[in-house]
Nanobody
Framework: EVQLVESGGGLVQAGGSLRLSCTASGIAFDDRVIAWFRQVPGKEREGVAVLSTNDLSTEYADTVKGRFTISRGGPKNTVYLQMNNLEPEDTAMYYC???????????????????????WGKGTQVTVSS
């Protein structure tokens, strides 16, 4: 059974930082695409950051570029999203997504809603106060 579990969300003031974690089980972790998406009620889900666990290539949404960093670290089945200089507009439910297909490098297409991820976590809430 494939399972993705997010953690690290919470309430933070504008300008603060949070680190989200996505831990995967029941899925091959190498040569895959792992992404972070976020969604606000009433708005379309948007891709935030994506990482290839093969070549560690990354792509970011323009709205978070320079502030967020996606990375793979220890333990090996965990992907992080370091969020710095948080803004109230970053408030959303953040979801981790993983693709079952073998992928060696990411492109911006992997950050769009047109790309279908097979596996999703239940989300972790991030709330940024002004």
């Amino acid at each position: 059974e494939v399972q993705l579990v997010e953690s690290g969300g919470g309430l933070v003031q504008a300008g603060g930082s949070l680190r989200l974690s996505c831990t995967a089980s029941g899925i091959a972790f190498d040569d895959r695409v792992i992404a972070w998406f976020r969604q606000v009620p009433g708005k379309e889900r948007e891709g935030v950051a994506v990482l290839s666990t093969n070549d560690l290539s990354t792509e970011y949404a323009d709205t978070v570029k320079g502030r967020f960093t996606i990375s793979r670290g220890g333990p090996k089945n965990t992907v992080y999203l370091q969020m710095n200089n948080l803004e109230p507009e970053d408030t959303a439910m953040y979801y981790c997504a993983a693709d079952d297909k073998i992928t060696r490098s990411v492109a911006f297409f992997h950050l769009t809603n047109e790309y279908e991820y097979e596996n999703w976590g239940k989300g972790t809430q991030v709330t940024v106060s002004s």
